[in-house]
């Protein structure tokens, strides 16, 4: 595999985050990128519905789920080989690309719904790649101890994303139809690619620079492994090797360390450094750690318990209380606002003392908010209860982000991130359908509290697992 090589290094900043220039610059790009997004799937409904049949637009509107949840983990593995700045650029360059020759199409013919789905398919190949890299780049514009702070930041930048980004996709589609709001996506995202290429890198960590604790845990898991099995190294050594080797896509080289002469083996070069095998050493990382297992066992619950009564559920629970479109509105406008708040709190903070109890906690509060959100009969105070669920549910989310961010070896975490997608972006997805069929069984009140209940064992499992329980952001 060819050496990377990557800009000049920076030192951590002396200041807090949201004084620093390079995190400054990152966050920029990716505010616009996300409006960018915002808008493009504004356009690409409006097209896919002007063009087609409402069944045929929605295929549209999913088609490109599918490349994304099957090729995630291995844009995990591009992340942490090639580094995750340049797979970010090369990413928004070739949406911006796409979705501009796209617009220019539109402007001149009318191709129909191929190219629609087309379009769907390759936005749903390159997010594999662009979502693990955006997870692992943060790790290497600041120091660990400022990455709480950009969490909160980047969460702070997908709710601007979110409110600005489809009335500026409503405008362009008023304007000049899908082909303007096309246009305006595609020059949106392409603002993030300059200020990306001056974001500077920080130097890769030494083996075990994510957390001391960390590389005694992963030597545990290398000691007691079973027979036959590959060994499991300290975090930023997926070879194994005591010594540690440079981190995987910034600067390795094709082959594993050699055993020395004198170690009384014979000098062997392992095999090459392959996908697969960056792969399986990724998985093998998350399982073998002693946080990050936990961890994303606790973000798969999280969302699969939030994400069903959040989306459809809500729909049909306004529906059937008589809220209308405008209760509804108001009740999203209120969790929006609640998590707008967790993002601007650990923003403002940087850090929150025992953030694994605290996340725990956050969490078990938002799962009961969820249980009682069926339970208020007024849109007042499901106004209140929806404050409440995106204030508990933000805070718990952005505090596991964190930790995912600081716990992990920033040579894993492109993988570690692509881990934590599948199980946001492929499994949570899952429970709307069957929210929605166990809602027209049993009704809202019920399905609510099963949301809740499976919601809630996330913070249960939290709380029962010491290392994760005890688990600390850096100051």
Do not use: K
């Not at 992963?218 to 036959?228: C, E, R």
């Amino acid at each position: 595999m060819t050496t990377t090589v990557i800009p000049p290094a920076v030192r951590p900043p002396a200041g807090p985050a949201h004084r620093d220039g390079n995190v400054l610059r990152w966050l920029g790009a990716y505010t616009a990128s996300m409006i960018g997004d915002n808008v493009f799937y504004i356009a690409l409904s409006w097209a896919a519905v002007r063009s087609g049949t409402p069944s045929q637009a929605g295929l549209v509107m999913a088609v490109s789920a599918v490349p994304r949840a099957l090729l995630m983990l291995g844009g995990g593995v591009v992340a942490d080989r090639f580094g995750p700045r340049r797979v970010v650029i090369g990413s928004d360059a070739v949406r911006c690309a796409a979705v501009l020759t796209v617009a220019a199409l539109l402007f001149v013919a009318h191709p129909g719904l191929w190219l629609l789905a087309l379009l769907a398919v390759v936005f749903g190949i390159v997010d594999a790649v662009f979502m693990p890299a955006v997870g692992a780049l943060p790790a290497r514009v600041t120091g660990r101890d400022q990455l709480a702070r950009v969490q909160g930041m980047r969460g702070l930048a997908v709710r601007f994303a979110n409110v600005v980004g489809a009335p500026l996709g409503g405008l362009g589609v008023a304007l000049g139809g899908s082909a303007t709001a096309f246009a305006l996506a595609g020059l949106l995202i392409a603002v993030s690619v300059p200020l990306l290429i001056s974001v500077r890198m920080r130097e890769t960590p030494p083996a075990g620079g994510a957390d001391a604790a960390n590389t005694a845990n992963m030597a545990d898991a290398a000691n007691t492994a079973p027979a036959g099995a590959e060994a499991v190294g300290p975090p930023g050594d997926p070879d194994g090797s005591p010594g540690g080797v440079p981190a995987r896509g910034d600067a390795s080289g094709p082959h594993a360390r050699v055993p020395d002469a004198e170690d009384g083996a014979a000098a062997v070069p392992e095999r090459p450094a392959t996908a697969w095998r960056d792969l399986r050493d990724g998985l093998r990382y998350i399982r073998g750690h002693r946080v990050l297992a936990p961890l994303i066992v606790t973000i798969a619950l999280g969302d699969l318990g939030f994400v069903g009564p959040l989306n459809v559920g809500l729909a049909l629970l306004a529906d059937r209380r008589g809220w209308g479109a405008s209760g509804m509105g108001l009740v999203v406008a209120a969790f929006g606002a609640g998590a707008g708040a967790a993002a601007l709190l650990l923003a403002w903070r940087g850090t929150l003392p025992r953030a694994g109890s605290a996340g725990a906690a956050a969490l078990l509060g938002g799962s009961v908010a969820i249980g009682a959100l069926a339970q208020v009969p007024g849109v007042g105070a499901a106004v209140g209860v929806a404050l409440a669920i995106g204030l508990l549910a933000g805070l718990s989310g952005a505090l596991c982000g964190a930790l995912l961010q600081t716990q992990s070896d920033p040579a894993y975490l492109g993988r570690v991130t692509a881990v934590a997608g599948i199980v946001s972006l492929g499994l949570a997805p899952l429970s709307m359908p069957l929210t929605a069929a166990a809602i027209g069984w049993w009704g809202t009140g019920p399905v609510f509290v099963g949301s809740a209940v499976v919601c809630g064992l996330g913070g249960v499992v939290a709380l029962a697992v010491r290392d994760l329980r005890r688990a600390e952001l850096p100051r």
